[in-house]
């Protein structure tokens, strides 16, 4: 515990913290002494030198900001001598500095300057030193400008892209008066940086500013500002956004609030305009004659309740399904689960988590009883190690990866697991670039090491695994054949490096493993997720703070929609669907007979569309998922839509499904609406409704309860978001203690048994979910994917995400900023395999296989393995899926969307 002191400043005593930064005592008891460069979240710089005090002891000015209060500490923060210092030290940076304003941002210099009353003396008296130098305004960069007449040399941007970020791409050209800022080399948009936006929310005045709505913007006519939750990856950063019209013109990061604190990636703060895009869907839409007319509400409900209801007349329940979504909130999501399960009378239910990481949780809740990630986002920056597999952190959870560019920077040990080179192997202690699909070859490898340099951790192996050292005993065994020589041979990642593998993770004082996508979409998925969870448990790397196992989630609510029961095996709170007792609970909480609840798993995501192909599945409701670009095998999937009698689709755009739809419902976004989400560390975060939606579009709880209405089997009579949440919290105990009043200004971590609890910030200290509370290894050969290339597919096909665009981009790509950077499909392909095939950079391509084909652009590069390619998955016009196969992993039902068979040829 930090040791309690007591200063004096002007006179006043205060308690606080020894080796505080005094400026920040100073302001945090409402002492506001000037200053520009200081930021809280920055190391102190003492460049402008207005927070000048005086120290009993100590001998003229110092900086406030560069000491440490100590205890005893007597401050002087305002007499007749530190005032005339800051007047005087204000009077020389007006010399050089721009005054002018468009009204678009703080300036916080010209409000010292006019609290002062200096301006009009200081032009008066000192000569214009702005005149001597030269001020360059750098537009080039798609999101921000520099304006080198309006710095003041504070070090904030540089020190925000380097200590928040973790970037160091800002920095000064020139010297003395004539410097000023550059990113690179010079010139904006020929550095590497990604447009995260930092250093215009930390700049003190305008040199820095945002290109969006530069015409729009100005603060004094400013309607509101709304804080809410980011809809895009699954950190769930804290945002507040700016609105007039009720169109948003700014986002900025919530500072001082977790999991964020104030920063931001591109998307989240340029990534809004898709809410106020004319190609919103705006009313309800019917199919007639291959045509869709617009209708009104009152028929669509009706049309969409005769037709589910006739289907289960002619068909029965198991011929529905539905599609929820992880862009939706916990409530939506609540609601559409209980009306599949009251209204359909079955639980075909699943959403894209299927498609993700649905082996990463069916092996965690096997293993360890949840498929939750174990720990907080912020632990990412204290751990001593950290085990990145599969994972682009990076680019697809670039908050997060904040935290991990700050730890490295403190010592961290990083070891990257991934055949593609991803921007954190610059970062990383040790990059393990094996073979696709060789991951429990490799991590059964690393195992055998562990036990070989006997740094299992015995204790833990006895007293909290089930079964103890005997189920420990059938682990050694199976993988005692993978030497790292004879790993090597399957991986191709070199024995040495194997060996330093296992020594830096199981010697580490603490580790945590953050698993990804590239783990679990593979036929064997689940198995590659049993053996890093085998890793882990004999290692004792879980159970204590900093140590665990997180798989960061993709999209914002992805954690949230299967916590509310979006899933075809689990209620509420992850309660099997063949718990009679809690579907007892839920029949009560929601008013109808235990009987009508079915007690049968339902089909998963891909089951759904089989079940479709063959005629078994009739009518599907989609809300907000756009399977026609996300989906394994597009092809099969077309012809499985097609069959279907009815198809409804509800979602704020059209999207490449919505063409295939009988009746499509036009829904409110993120910013329309109240709600919550849940993030990767298990964080109910509040959704705020900001603007209003556009036409007759409505919140997607409201047009399902309408649609239950119709058809005769209400679900509930719900007035708010928060009357959901309510409800909510006591259908998935994990809730329970949680309520809109906790989360109004900072979210809380499940499980939160009762309204006392403070939230969990790491899972399984005392002891794991499964029944008996002990974790269980799962001892897993290596087998070779039933797809290999051969002589007519001779490359492997890996897929994945960027930064600039977002899932199946229905949102991202409606924003300018984020094209600037990123709107054109491309494969990643070797040099060595281009100079075979005489492709050269950006040439045009084919990639083919047995199941489809689709054009993109070259990219050459060594990020992936000879014989290896690899695409983002984004674009709808080189959708990928064409050519992955529906083939699925045994135990969670996923496919193999990262190892695929195909050929590349030049279009000429």
């Not at 050269?840 to 199941?851: G, T």
Request: charged letters at 25%.
């Amino acid at each position: 515990m930090t040791k309690q002191i007591q200063i004096q400043i002007d006179n006043k005593t205060i308690q606080t913290e020894v080796g505080k930064n005094l400026l920040q005592v100073a302001l945090e008891n409402q002492i506001e002494i000037p200053h520009l460069c200081y930021h809280k979240k920055l190391t102190p710089t003492g460049a402008c030198r207005l927070c000048a005090v005086k120290i009993e002891g100590q001998k003229g000015l110092v900086m406030s900001c560069t000491v440490p209060a100590s205890d005893g500490l007597k401050v002087i923060a305002f007499d007749k001598g530190t005032e005339a210092a800051r007047k005087h030290t204000l009077e020389y940076l007006l010399t050089e500095y721009n005054p002018e304003n468009d009204g678009t941002y703080r300036d916080e210099v010209m409000e010292l300057a006019e609290k002062y009353d200096i301006e009009t003396e200081a032009k008066r008296s000192i000569p214009d030193i702005r005149s001597m130098i030269p001020t360059p305004l750098d537009d080039s960069s798609p999101v921000l400008t520099y304006d080198a007449s309006k710095c003041i040399k504070c070090f904030r941007c540089i020190k925000g892209c380097d200590e928040v970020q973790g970037k160091n791409i800002l920095s000064y050209a020139e010297r003395g008066l004539t410097s000023y800022i550059v990113a690179g080399s010079g010139v904006w948009n020929e550095s590497e940086c990604d447009g995260c936006g930092e250093c215009v929310q930390i700049c003190p005045t305008g040199a820095l500013v945002e290109k969006p709505h530069r015409d729009e913007i100005k603060l004094d006519t400013l309607e509101k500002k709304v804080k809410t939750t980011c809809p895009y990856c699954g950190v769930g950063c804290q945002i507040e956004l700016s609105v007039k019209d009720s169109k948003i013109l700014r986002s900025d990061g919530v500072e001082g609030v977790l999991p964020n604190d104030g920063r931001l990636c591109i998307k989240g703060r340029f990534g809004y305009d898709f809410v106020s895009s004319k190609k919103r869907l705006t009313h309800p839409l019917i199919k007639e004659n291959g045509e869709f007319r617009k209708a009104s509400w009152d028929e669509t409900i009706r049309l969409i309740a005769g037709k589910f209801n006739g289907i289960i007349q002619n068909h029965g329940n198991k011929a529905l399904a539905g599609y929820a979504s992880a862009k939706c909130t916990n409530e939506d999501n609540y609601i559409f689960q209980k009306f599949v399960r009251m209204a359909f009378g079955s639980n075909n239910l699943d959403y894209c988590t299927r498609l993700c990481h649905a082996s990463t949780v069916t092996a965690m809740l096997r293993s360890i009883g949840d498929g939750a990630g174990s720990n907080s986002i912020e632990d990412f920056e204290t751990t001593d190690c950290l085990f990145v597999t599969g994972n682009n952190i990076i680019e697809t959870h670039p908050i997060t990866a904040t935290y991990v560019k700050s730890g490295a920077k403190k010592g961290q040990k990083i070891i990257v697991c991934d055949p593609k080179w991803t921007p954190l192997v610059k970062y990383a202690t040790l990059w393990l670039q094996q073979r696709i699909g060789t991951d429990v070859a490799l991590l059964n490898g690393i195992i055998r090491q562990i036990i070989k340099d006997d740094m299992i951790d015995r204790k833990f192996i006895e007293t909290r695994l089930d079964g103890g050292m005997n189920a420990f005993e059938e682990l050694k065994q199976l993988v005692e054949k993978y030497t790292p020589e004879y790993t090597e041979k399957i991986t191709n990642v070199p024995a040495d490096k194997i060996i330093q593998a296992a020594q830096i993770y199981a010697g580490a004082e603490t580790a945590m493993i953050a698993t990804g996508m590239g783990m679990s979409q593979q036929t064997s998925g689940t198995n590659n997720v049993f053996s890093l969870i085998n890793m882990m448990l004999i290692s004792g790397q879980i159970g204590r703070e900093r140590c665990g196992i997180d798989p960061p989630r993709g999209q914002n609510n992805v954690q949230g929609a299967t916590d509310v029961g979006v899933s075809p095996v689990v209620y509420p709170g992850y309660i099997p669907i063949g718990d009679d007792e809690n579907r007892k609970r839920i029949a009560k909480l929601w008013n109808t007979d235990y009987e009508s609840l079915s007690g049968e798993n339902g089909l998963t995501t891909v089951e759904i569309m089989h079940a479709a192909y063959h005629g078994d599945i009739k009518g599907l409701f989609i809300m907000g998922e756009n399977p026609m670009v996300t989906d394994p095998d597009l092809n099969h999937t077309q012809k499985a839509i097609e069959k279907l009698d009815f198809l409804v689709v509800q979602d704020i755009f059209h999207t490449e499904t919505t063409a295939f739809a009988d009746v499509i419902l036009p829904a409110a976004s993120f910013a329309e609406k109240d709600g919550t989400f849940v993030n990767s560390d298990r964080r109910v975060l509040r959704v705020r409704k900001a603007v209003d939606a556009p036409g007759e579009a409505r919140e997607d709880w409201k047009i399902i309860l309408d649609i239950a209405n119709a058809m005769g089997k209400p679900i509930g009579n719900y007035q708010s978001a928060k009357a959901i949440f309510d409800e909510i919290a006591q259908a998935a105990p994990i809730m329970r203690g949680i309520s809109y009043d906790r989360i109004e200004r900072q979210g809380v971590q499940w499980p939160c048994p009762d309204e006392n609890h403070p939230g969990t910030s790491t899972l399984f200290l005392d002891k794991f979910n499964t029944p008996n509370g002990l974790a269980k290894l799962f001892p897993v050969e290596h087998v070779e994917s039933s797809e290999q290339p051969d002589k007519e597919h001779p490359y492997i096909l890996n897929s994945g995400r960027i930064l600039y665009q977002y899932h199946s981009a229905t949102m991202s790509r409606k924003n300018d900023s984020l094209n600037a950077f990123a709107d054109e499909s491309y494969v990643l392909i070797n040099f060595v395999d281009a100079d075979r095939l005489g492709i050269k950079n950006h040439d045009k391509v084919r990639l083919a296989n047995s199941r489809g084909e689709l054009e993109t652009f070259a990219k050459l590069t060594d990020e992936v393995a000879v014989g290896e390619l690899f695409m983002p998955w984004h674009f709808a016009e080189a959708r990928v899926n064409r050519l992955t196969r529906s083939d699925l992993d045994p135990y969670s039902k996923i496919a193999p969307f990262k190892l695929t068979a195909v050929k590349i040829e030049l279009l000429k």
